[in-house]
């Protein structure tokens, strides 16, 4: 299992809008963990840039694909099943 750094500031976060166990919560240092809602377990951690996160948003269709973007401006789109 990923690990995580608890107490690290949340900016934005989302509900698979397919897998509703899973949510994406942006970091304020720039990282992005995918939990399970139902164990409160984190399934992935992303180390997306030293940036924070400003928006988060999953596929409507497939719930394994995830964008996000930073405060430098870069949209990034995440497969979390490699």
């Not at 897998?19 to 240092?29: I, Q, S």
Request: charged share 20%; with cysteine.
């Amino acid at each position: 299992m990923p690990s995580h750094k608890m107490g690290e500031s949340v900016r934005c976060l989302q509900f698979s809008p397919i897998n509703k166990n899973l949510v994406a919560a942006g970091l304020f240092k720039g990282g992005i963990v995918i939990v399970d809602a139902t164990t409160n377990e984190a399934t992935n951690v992303i180390k997306e840039s030293d940036s924070r996160i400003a928006s988060i948003k999953w596929h409507p269709t497939f719930d394994y694909i995830l964008a996000s973007g930073t405060h430098d401006n870069i949209v990034r789109v995440h497969d979390i099943k490699n």
